[in-house]
């Protein structure tokens, strides 16, 4: 089958660009337990993991079985957001690019490829994290769970993030690793690749109806090149770009 060019690579963030469960388990523990909870054990909450933090602060809430109406959980919710951007602010984030994931992104950037991510992570966790790990001056818009009115895997986001991008959503392709990412891929009409090592809430990623699958995202310039993406198989360049501006 022929596989077509894209225009832009959208990318998802967690589980797919970076392993940040432990530090989401780790501000969540913190967050109930300014509340006098105890939080679901790490292996738990990495299966929590997709839909953003309102939606991690209710399963969390539903595992342990705690009554709290709305009010509270939104409390919970404000205190998670506290505890992980202070884990930022204190340098003791311990989430990292997957294997393949920095080469990835040099090798398409330099081939001249526009990429964004596209996360359910708030925009300044997300921003924060990219800079962090040196991966911002790579791509050229950040799109966050609070940078529209919707969600993934509602298309709302990715469709944003085309527009941003100036092309059409039936040229770009999304890479990401759930069910979440595949939903609002389909949705807005464009191509899906997943990685099998990501969370996808528990289920195997393998399992996604995807276009293909991506082993490592280390495989994604070789079948970009096979595609006819110039120079994408022609190595990592020596030193990065200028810094790209922080768009929602």
């Excluded at 109930?32 to 738990?44: C, V």
């Excluded at 959980?73 to 997957?98: I, K, N, S, T």
């Excluded at 991008?165 to 807005?188: F, H, I, K, T, Y």
Aim: with cysteine.
């Amino acid at each position: 089958m022929t596989v077509r060019l894209p225009d832009a690579v959208l990318f998802d963030l967690d589980g797919t660009l970076l392993d940040t469960a432990g530090d989401i388990a780790l501000a969540l523990e913190r967050a109930f337990a300014d509340h006098g909870h105890a939080a679901p054990p790490p292996a738990a909450v990495r299966r929590m993991i997709g839909k953003g933090a309102p939606i991690l602060v209710q399963r969390a809430v539903a595992a342990q079985s705690l009554a709290l109406d709305a009010a509270g959980c939104a409390a919970l919710v404000e205190r998670f957001f506290h505890h992980y951007g202070r884990l930022q602010e204190l340098d003791e984030c311990e989430a990292q690019p997957y294997p393949g994931a920095r080469e990835a992104l040099q090798v398409l950037h330099a081939a001249g490829l526009p990429l964004a991510v596209v996360t359910n992570k708030q925009h300044r966790f997300a921003c924060g994290l990219l800079e962090r790990l040196q991966l911002s001056p790579w791509l050229r818009l950040v799109v966050g769970g609070d940078s529209c009115e919707r969600r993934k895997p509602d298309p709302q986001p990715l469709l944003h993030a085309c527009a941003q991008l100036g092309v059409e959503p039936v040229r770009a392709w999304m890479v990401g690793d759930s069910v979440n990412d595949v939903q609002a891929a389909r949705a807005a009409g464009m191509p899906v690749y997943c990685v099998p090592y990501g969370y996808n809430e528990g289920e195997d990623p393998r399992s996604l109806a995807c276009d293909g699958l991506l082993e490592s995202l280390a495989d994604l310039p070789v079948r970009l090149a096979l595609a006819g993406l110039p120079n994408a198989q022609g190595g990592v360049p020596g030193g990065p770009p200028p810094a790209a501006g922080r768009a929602r």
